[in-house]
């Protein structure tokens, strides 16, 4: 995955404008972005379920979101 990403991170040095640009693709966007999100916290909710890690809900929520990568690209997920 992370060679994928090197290999089309030009994708992300303009994402804001990119996205501006194109309604489709921005909502789509937005959907990979809240399935990011979504899988983060569940991931951190299973490593706090099995004493891998400490964090309340909040803290989930933050690290969910910060992982997901919806505050570098301005959307909004639903949770937001």
């Given at each position: 995955?992370?060679?994928f990403?090197?290999?089309y991170?030009?994708?992300?040095?303009d994402l804001?404008?990119?996205?501006?640009?194109?309604?489709?693709?921005?909502?789509?966007f937005?959907?990979?972005?809240t399935?990011?999100?979504?899988?983060?916290?569940?991931?951190?909710?299973?490593l706090?379920?099995?004493?891998?890690?400490v964090?309340t809900?909040?803290e989930?929520?933050?690290?969910a979101?910060?992982?997901g990568?919806s505050?570098?690209?301005g959307?909004r997920?639903s949770?937001?």
């Amino acid at each position: 995955m992370a060679d994928f990403l090197w290999q089309y991170r030009f994708l992300y040095r303009d994402l804001n404008n990119l996205l501006a640009r194109n309604r489709t693709l921005e909502t789509h966007f937005k959907q990979i972005i809240t399935h990011k999100v979504n899988f983060a916290k569940q991931l951190c909710e299973a490593l706090v379920a099995d004493q891998e890690m400490v964090a309340t809900p909040a803290e989930i929520k933050v690290i969910a979101t910060n992982m997901g990568g919806s505050q570098r690209t301005g959307c909004r997920t639903s949770s937001s």
